[in-house]
């Protein structure tokens, strides 16, 4: 089974400034999805943004963006201008064919903003 | 709102017990997902279904069972409850089920085990 691991159950950061949340993940295969998904208190999951571990280019979605760093198996988020809507728990999930299209799910990270 | 329905929206019952939760997925959606979130567990992937075939397994307890119907809902049965089962039961949906499908999950379903 693969491993997902996100070191930091809490995080805080200033309304407006940037936090970066940090994933890591324990794989052999070569090709592979990972993911960020957001729960807010109303406990609705929904995706922030995904990157192919194939594509070099790291991905993108308005203020949220990721450093995927392939060899170093590493997968961090990073919210830029912070608002008081991105106030939930941040998962870093893993996908792949290789692994029976299973999605493996870190522990999460609690993200306070405050204003 | 994600479109995607699930029902009941809490439950409560006890061990032993047996119950069905239901999902409803996105209009055009063949794919549906289900998870589990618990406090011990975390969130844990249990099945997933591609047009009313199991296309990838998780972490899904045999006294567990899933199907996905014709008319695309599906249905995840759990049986002989034990406390640990207590948790926050999710369903997504996707369009086709391929691993860079966006999900959407619906708002879950608490099921309470006394």
């Known amino acids: 089974a693969q491993t997902v691991t996100q070191s930091q159950p809490e995080m805080s950061v200033q309304e407006a400034e940037t936090v970066t949340l940090s994933c890591t993940y324990d794989?052999?295969?070569?090709?592979?999805?990972l993911f960020w998904y957001k729960q807010p208190p109303s406990r609705q999951m929904i995706l922030v943004i995904r990157q192919e571990a194939y594509k070099q280019q790291n991905a993108t979605e308005n203020r949220f963006s990721v450093n995927f760093q392939k060899a170093a198996k590493s997968f961090s988020l990073k919210i830029s201008d912070s608002q008081l809507g991105d106030a939930a728990m941040y998962f870093c999930a893993y996908r792949s064919a290789d692994s029976g299209n299973q999605f493996y799910f870190g522990t999460g990270t609690s993200l306070t903003v405050i204003p | 709102d994600s479109g995607v329905t699930q029902t009941p929206k809490h439950l409560i019952t006890a061990t032993g017990q047996r119950v069905t939760l239901r999902c409803s997925p996105r209009?055009?959606?063949?794919?549906v997902y289900w998870y589990q979130q618990s406090l011990d567990q975390g969130l844990q992937f249990l099945i997933q279904?591609?047009?009313?075939?199991?296309?990838a397994k998780g972490n899904i307890l045999e006294r567990f069972s899933a199907q996905q119907f014709p008319d695309l809902h599906s249905e995840l049965n759990l049986s002989s409850l034990e406390l640990g089962d207590s948790a926050l039961y999710f369903c997504?949906?996707?369009?086709?089920?391929?691993?860079?499908?966006?999900?959407?999950f619906g708002p879950g379903t608490r099921l309470t085990v006394l």
């Open positions: 794989t052999s295969e070569s090709d592979y999805y």
């Open positions: 279904y591609y047009n009313g075939e199991e296309r």
């Open positions: 209009s055009g959606d063949l794919s």
């Open positions: 997504a949906s996707s369009v086709t089920g391929a691993l860079d499908n966006e999900q959407f």
